[in-house]
């Protein structure tokens, strides 16, 4: 008898080995509403505290930052999550950036989650859980046993290797040198627009510019005829690639636009995922195609697995699922030309349809 998966809800949670659930919430003193999932690519140590008026909560905070320095974003973080907003103002928890932040937890969503206290009770069990760089769970602690969880936090956050692959597909020889040299004659010839990346904000998917996140700029393709073109060396060049690697018919394209990251302005974009809002949920794969290679910096990099960095020749071509954490990393030389389009089948396109109604003022072509 063949038997079905049973499904994720109703494993209970946390358990080794199970995905950690994704939240946003109040990073005290950082941001109201930070998104965790982008602290993926490290070890990750979260307290339910809880509050920290409690004595057992006390002493293994204590012990948890023996050394604070541990946690410093690189290897490791950590989140202390309480839901006693005298904690903060009463200074008993105190934001330490990089590496030491604190949840607020007011309605308490992230403690459920969790698993730290359930519906409509007013008990709290604290205690201490180690995440692995893809925010999958290590280890869970009684707060006696914080000297244990360091322990695991240090061999964790040595897992991530530079020889590690992330799940992406390489493909040469998708645009040829004269279809690279004409888009990036195109981008010079109009000048770029400063590129935004999208956010979920009051219900809907806006357009947001932040240069500590991504300086990056766009040329639209305008030519349809061009358009065309491009879309056919997608079609016989790439398509049956991937469809062969990854079981995924891609029949449909989104954006025709020429990206630069000029080392002028150290063009970067910091670690995201491309289809975590309404407007972008559609997307399935995204696609990265070098127009030249006469730059330094600016490749790929997918923290949940490893430091290893990707960077295609020319009219090469990198594939990767959209709900991948990566980052570009800054260009140090020169200018780095792309062409970046998403990939989505028929299935997707109803999605793209019916979340029309999500998108913001202006967002139009989805511009990430």
Not at 7 to 12: K, L
Not at 267 to 278: E, K, S
Not at 309 to 314: G, K, S, V
Request: charged content about 25%; overall charge neutral; proline content about 5%.
């Amino acid at each position: 008898m063949i038997q079905l998966l049973t499904s994720v809800d109703s494993i209970p949670k946390p358990i080794v080995g199970s995905a950690a659930p994704w939240f946003k919430a109040h990073v005290l003193d950082v941001n109201p509403q930070y998104t965790f999932h982008t602290v993926a690519g490290r070890a990750v140590v979260l307290f339910f505290m809880g509050s920290a008026t409690n004595d057992g909560v006390r002493v293994a905070h204590q012990q948890l930052m023996t050394d604070p320095d541990r946690f410093d974003d690189g290897r490791c973080s950590f989140f202390g999550v309480t839901v006693d907003p005298d904690d903060h103002t009463a200074g008993r928890v105190k934001t330490r950036t990089p590496g030491v932040r604190y949840v607020l937890d007011s309605d308490r969503a992230v403690s459920e989650a969790y698993g730290a206290c359930s519906p409509g009770s007013d008990h709290y069990e604290p205690y201490i859980i180690v995440l692995d760089r893809l925010l999958r769970v290590a280890g869970r602690y009684h707060l006696t046993d914080a000297d244990r969880a360091l322990a695991l936090v240090d061999r964790v956050a040595n897992e991530g290797k530079a020889e590690d692959w992330a799940p992406v597909l390489s493909v040469p020889r998708v645009f040829d040198r004269a279809t690279c040299q004409r888009l990036i004659q195109l981008y010079d010839a109009e000048g770029g627009q400063d590129s935004g990346f999208m956010r979920e904000i009051d219900g809907k998917t806006v357009s947001v510019i932040d240069h500590g996140h991504k300086r990056r700029s766009d040329v639209t393709i305008k030519d349809q005829a061009f358009c065309g073109g491009l879309s056919a060396r997608v079609n016989h060049c790439l398509r049956p690639v991937i469809k062969r690697a990854f079981n995924f018919d891609a029949t449909r394209m989104e954006r025709y636009i020429v990206a630069c990251y000029d080392a002028s302005v150290a063009g970067h974009f910091r670690a995201h995922r491309d289809n975590t809002t309404m407007g972008t949920a559609h997307r399935r794969f995204a696609v990265t195609i070098n127009l030249n290679d006469d730059f330094d910096g600016g490749e790929l990099r997918f923290p949940e697995f490893g430091t290893r960095t990707y960077r295609p020749a020319p009219g090469g071509a990198i594939v990767f699922g959209c709900g991948l954490l990566h980052e570009a990393t800054p260009v140090t030389r020169g200018r780095r030309y792309a062409f970046l389009p998403f990939l989505y089948d028929d299935d997707a396109a109803a999605q793209r349809e019916a979340n029309n109604q999500y998108l913001g003022e202006g967002v139009g072509a989805y511009r990430q």
